[in-house]
């Protein structure tokens, strides 16, 4: 017998309480304290639960998606979550909240409150975002990247992050078919547009064999390119500031792949908010440049200092070590602009898109910015193989067709 | 508490006699049957028990080497053999020895006997074989390989192989030190080799940083690119012929890696035959081009009727299938090249040598024999990232500076 309910909010105070350490740093009975809806994502609730001494934050699945109780989903996914951070913790703990409990039963995930930071995607949107929070995440994309890949460490630990990761084939599915498939099929209902202004670009995305041809490049690299354990949905809702403090969040698409899908997508989210908000198109483009040069910097760094961890490259000298390094930042860069593309495209016409639409100012700057994505997007899908270096991308972006 | 022990040949009768499909299929009563002992491999033990109606073969692992009672194993590699021959069954059962029973706490297979049949290494060196056998190893590769790609399957059922056989950490660590990485290192203890004739030679292998840098890509394609199941050891000692009747045993080394490992083996097992016998070159060469051509043949034939079953390029037409055909060929191309490469130095230099050079006439010839694989083999490795075509991997075999 499965122990697992959906847990009420007087539900969570009674367990909470009955956790010592969890009830030490909230503090005070737990009739007291203050539980607070924040689920603001399409599949989990989130709590936060505040007591005089400090606050914790809780995320439980539900047996289906919470905003489609019809689409029925299993529970385990914050068991993957649980484990991902677990996981890259060691490495980018600074970077995460803290991981304070999982109950496998509940699959429910407590971990650090972060009620002063606000979702990045948000402050996009304001303007309040401290520019240059990419860095951050360049250096969280290394770290996680680099320690989980065949060149971080012995092949067994990442066999067995395949074994684990592997299991969590329902959200993989969702990649699969909302991000790398259905915004290419006409028949597909889960798709949703603009129309009439969209209708005839949006044909063509999905009548168009060149692109399919490279879509399918991309399909093919996300299964079949297992470099690294990856976050898996690293948008910028999927990432909190507060002030020069960042946090990644909401790992639960945890997957071995290729490390220019985490890149991808992240870059794909700051040009939709470029494309819906063109006053921040230099500041977007100066992230990306930002992000790009941390990510390398870093991913150098520490493959310099840790030179013969994992089996891959473990003969090379420094010279090789070089010449690899951009090889394999040259492979970073052509995934992150072809799944970046692949981002765009679904955020603007497939099942879940982004809010930053929201910010033009009519319907006329809405259409213009979503035809913006689309083109870019298609561009990077089609033209990602060959995008090798930051400049190439940045020029890309800031062609006269594209964006 | 397990029921695993070493079977003797009177507890292997008894064990048969006790199950009534094996024990039917031998006839009358078990203190009958003959038990032969046929382990040639490293590894595991293997009898021939027959009775008056038929025989069977049966493979159990030992706690340690076969050879070497020292190196202390895991039990579970015939665990990870049935598995694989499970999953490959289904669509090569007629190029492989029928699974009539395993027991996973013996960790013993009964199969299909084989004992008409001989190991192709040493029908090759009688030049018994029946010229143009490739051609059901191109068909094995094909049809083990498509079927358990990510366009021949949905993509869940592929992740379950990466989970199972991910597990094979054992076999796969041989793999990654045996072929990958001890031979070019000089402070391994496990190489050997004649010397003083392969002195310089191999002090060359071992310390070419140009060289290192390929191994490490192709060590990097091995862990990296799990486009489909493998086989995992597909050498000349894994093949069986009786005239015409081409059987693959031994898949303990099965795992998710690039198909042209599986191919490269298989011909760098070809090329090192080619090395002991001048005069089979010609046949060898004939065998190699046999492969592809049944391989491509076939991949393609299984890829057209098959054009949706996996999630990856489920969006193409034909033209875009076509295309994407050309490009995964030449992939695979690439990659058998390079090790077909990687598998001709270490049967040359390493811990597990291929007897084909014991057919060589005297000392001399032995010497030219290995220096032909040690030369040939470097080739391979550093250009394999080029040679994409069966004509370019011909050429290189023929070059004078190579074979
Ligand atoms: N540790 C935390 N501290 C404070 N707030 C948080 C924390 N984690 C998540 N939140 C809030 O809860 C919201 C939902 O969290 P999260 O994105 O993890 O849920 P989800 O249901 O998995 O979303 P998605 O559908 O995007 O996968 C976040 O957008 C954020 O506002
Ligand atoms: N089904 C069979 N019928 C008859 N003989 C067989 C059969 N399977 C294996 N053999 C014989 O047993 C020998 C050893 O088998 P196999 O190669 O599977 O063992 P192994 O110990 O795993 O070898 P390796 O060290 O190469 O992995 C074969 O070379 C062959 O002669």
Redesign the interface.
Known sequence: MTRYRTLSPPDLRVYLGAHDALGARLGGPHEGWAVREVSDGNLNHVFIVEGPAGAVCCKQSLPHVRVDPDWKMPLTRTDFEARYMRRVAPHVGHLMPALLHFDPDLHLIVMESLHHHHVLRGMLGEATALAGFSARIGEYVAQTAFFTS?RGRP??Q???D???F??N?TL??IT?DLV??DP??AACARNHWMTPELDATVAELQTD??L??S??HW??RF?????ALLHGDLHTGSIMLHGDDVRVIDGEFALMGPIGFDAGLYVGNLLLHAAARRDHATWMADEIETFWRSFTHEYRALWETNPTSG???????A??RH??QAQELAMVMRDLAGFAGMEMIRRTIGYAQVSDYALCSDRTGEKEARLRALTLGRMLITRGRRIETINALLETIEEPGGF
């Open positions: 065949w092949f067994e990442s066999m067995a395949c074994a684990a592997a299991g084939t993989t599915r699969v790398l498939t290419y099929r064999a060149a399919h041809a879509v399918s399909q093919e299964l079949g390119a297992p470099q089996d891959v490259g473990a003969l090379l000298d010279a090789g010449q690899a």
